[in-house]
C-alpha cells in the first residue's frame, strides 16, 4: 500500500524558513517522479515543485522558484522540501504527492494528507 | 503556461442523476489530463488519468473523455458521496496547471 506522510509544517514568521519531508512508502521510491501541490486556505490547488525519480531534474513554479528547493534521498524513501523567505502568500496546506512514472508525462496518483505552513507575525 | 478553465464553477445534483463537468486547455494537452475529486479537510483523490483512464480502485460511475483542449468527467447516477470539489490538472507541460475547481452539490 503506498503511504506518503508529510511533517515539517508549521508557524513561521515572514522572511523565515522551513523544511517540509515526505516519507515514503509500498512503492520503488527511485522509480517514480515526486511532486509538491499546495492549497491556501479555502481556495484551489496550486502546483510547487517536481523532481524526477533521479533526481537529477527539478522544476518549480514561478511564484516559489528562488525561495524554494525540492530534493530527494533516495537510501531513506524520502522527499524534501526546504523553503526560505517565506512570505504570507505561502501560507497553505502542502501536499506531498507521487508520480505516476519516473520522468516526464506523470500524473500524480497517490496524495499525503498534508501538512500545514502558516507564514504569519 | 497553460490555463485550464472548468466550467460550471458549482453545481447541483440530486441522487441518481448524471452530470458532467466540462474543462478546457489553452492549447493542446494531447490526453495528458487527469481529474481528482477532494472532500472537505482531505487530500486530492486521483480518478481519472490520462483523460480517459480509470484509477484503480475508483468507482466505474466516474469516466472521462477527451483530448486536444477540451475534456470531460462525468458522473453516472450521484451519489451521496459523490458531494465534494472536483479538479482537472494538465501535466503536458511545466507549470504543471489546474483548474480552478467545480463544487458539486448533492440536493
Known amino acids: 500500500e503506498v503511504q506518503l506522510l508529510e511533517s515539517g509544517g508549521g508557524l513561521v514568521h515572514p522572511g523565515g524558513s522551513l523544511r517540509l519531508s515526505c516519507a515514503a512508502s509500498?512503492?520503488?521510491?527511485?522509480?517514480?517522479?515526486m511532486g509538491w501541490v499546495r492549497q491556501p486556505p479555502g481556495k484551489g490547488l496550486e502546483w510547487v515543485s517536481s523532481?524526477?525519480?533521479?533526481?537529477?531534474?527539478?522544476y518549480y513554479a514561478d511564484s516559489v522558484r528562488g525561495r524554494i528547493a525540492i530534493s530527494r534521498d533516495n537510501s531513506r524513501n524520502t522527499l524534501y522540501l526546504q523553503m526560505y523567505s517565506l512570505r504570507a502568500e505561502d501560507t497553505a496546506v502542502y501536499y506531498c504527492?507521487?508520480?505516476?512514472?519516473?520522468?516526464?508525462?506523470?500524473?500524480?496518483?497517490?496524495w499525503g494528507q498534508g501538512t500545514l505552513v502558516t507564514a504569519s507575525s | 503556461d497553460i490555463q485550464m478553465t472548468q466550467s460550471p464553477s458549482s453545481l447541483s445534483a440530486s441522487v441518481g442523476d448524471r452530470v458532467t463537468i466540462i474543462c478546457r486547455a489553452s492549447?493542446?494537452?494531447?490526453?495528458?489530463l487527469a481529474w481528482f475529486q477532494q472532500k472537505p479537510g482531505k487530500a486530492p483523490k486521483s480518478l481519472i488519468y490520462?483523460?480517459?483512464s480509470l484509477q484503480s480502485g475508483v468507482s466505474s460511475r466516474f469516466s472521462g473523455r477527451g483530448s486536444g483542449t477540451d475534456f470531460t468527467l462525468t458522473i453516472s447516477s450521484l451519489q451521496t458521496e459523490d458531494s465534494a470539489t472536483y479538479y482537472c490538472?494538465?501535466?503536458?507541460?511545466?507549470?504543471?496547471?489546474f483548474g480552478q475547481g467545480t463544487r458539486l452539490e448533492i440536493k
Open positions: 490538472q494538465q501535466y503536458y507541460s511545466y507549470p504543471i496547471t
Open positions: 504527492a507521487k508520480g505516476s512514472r519516473e520522468a516526464s508525462g506523470y500524473n500524480f496518483d497517490f
Open positions: 523532481i524526477i525519480g533521479s533526481g537529477a531534474e527539478t
Open positions: 509500498g512503492f520503488t521510491f527511485n522509480s517514480y517522479a
Open positions: 490520462d483523460a480517459s
Open positions: 492549447q493542446g494537452l494531447y490526453n495528458h
